[in-house]
């Protein structure tokens, strides 16, 4: 049999012809203009309604298909835009450039940069059922939102009266097979630092200390793996070798995505010219311990240190030994898992990015989930204080609420039905521990009937994001034939 090599060749076709497309258009998060001209257009090129809202948020509608006028309208929902990490050492413009995908055996993956199966997938599949001529539904809704990816903020700005179904079909997960009825709730907190720079001593040894090779992640559905972070692993050898040596730190980055596990920091640093090969010493010693603390979940991470030019300016040291200390002291990854539902993460915390600003200032960014509001406070409270008490000034975002599990859901109910009756097994009930915009959606739409599924998808919101291919078709399968069976 012919390895089959383009995306135009995998089943079902009318799914990947659309996903093709829509990679094809840029579409970063707050930046989807592109992406709603194409849906206006295919909106035109199919004669069907759509309506825009003043957030951009799209919602086109279908009539049913002959004989299925009884059924209840439906909503398919997807987000339109994409998270946009791609590897260093890769030149792509995510404002214009399309995404350059590939078949890699059983799945397809991009080169070098996110996807955007997440939730570009989603997407696909409503245009497709949009487009088709030949199957079964009824009345249908389709709402694309914006903004999904860095708050939320499409979901969050829909008003009442948009749509007029109640039952939603949310196509925004990641694992063929299971069927979620609830998400956690979440939040930003930002510590902000400043400083006064001082002239960079000119009689040291700078060298630049970077952290690299980590797999990175979505901050929700892969923090329990214990995924290294790159901004974690840095602040740690640095607090190490501030402990034995006198350092100057005259720069630290890393991260870049409030919802992603950094994969990636530097620190530019100076040392006496007679303990450089001391602390180089200390670093093979701090990789080697790394190496096997990660060696299940992140085998390839490395650590480097490379001589520099010395650099022009530097931080004071007291300023530096707060800074690190607290990026040290910040809690990262798993708080607390569900007593209601085994294996869910209940709480969790990601250090996301460190960047410095023109104005001689540092912001740390960092996210908090949880399925419990009260929990979800907690830990951003214990963030914000780590930072206070290093001196930053710090803010937090309103959040976003968590969607509670509906035992009593009826397409929930229709949902196993049908998957038992195609499948000959039974789906798997879940909860997520990610941000989906169902419980935005509940707060002005409180009588909505939810479940959220899709097909798999891996390593999302980092450039080793791929989707599995056969299970896309299994997915639009159960789709169809949810279509068909929507209950009264």
Known sequence: MQEIRKIADLEPQIVWKYFHEVTQVPRPSKKEGKMIQYLESFAAQNHLDINKDAVGNILITKPASPGYEHLPVVILQSHIDMVCEKNSDVVHNFETDPIKTVVDGEWLRAKGTTLGADNGIGVATQLAVLASRDIAH?????????DEETGLTGANALETGFMTGKILLNLDSEDEGQLFIGCSGGKTTKATFAYDPLPAPPDLYYVRIAVSGLNGGHSGCDIHKGLGNANKLLARFLYIIRKEYPVVLSALEGGNLHNAIARESNAVIGLRRNDREK?????????????????????????TMETIEPPATCMDDDFAGRLIASLVACPHGVIAMSHDMEGLVETSTNLASVKMGNDATIAVVTSQRSSLDSAKEAVADQVAATFQ???????????????APNPDSKILRTAQETYRRLFGKDAQIMAIHAGLECGLFLEKYPYLDMISFGPTLRDVHSPKECIEIKTVGLWWKHLLELLKNIPS
């Not at 009824?138 to 914006?146: A, K, M, N, R, S």
């Not at 200390?282 to 190496?291: D, R």
């Open 138 to 146: 009824g009345p249908l809704e389709c709402l694309f939102t914006v």
């Open 389 to 403: 008490l290093a001196g930053a000034t710090v803010t937090q975002s309103d959040g976003y609420p968590g969607w």
């Open 279 to 303: 602390v180089r010493i200390v670093l093979n010693h701090f990789i080697a311990a790394i190496e096997k603390e990660l060696k299940q979940v992140d085998p390839n991470v490395r650590m």
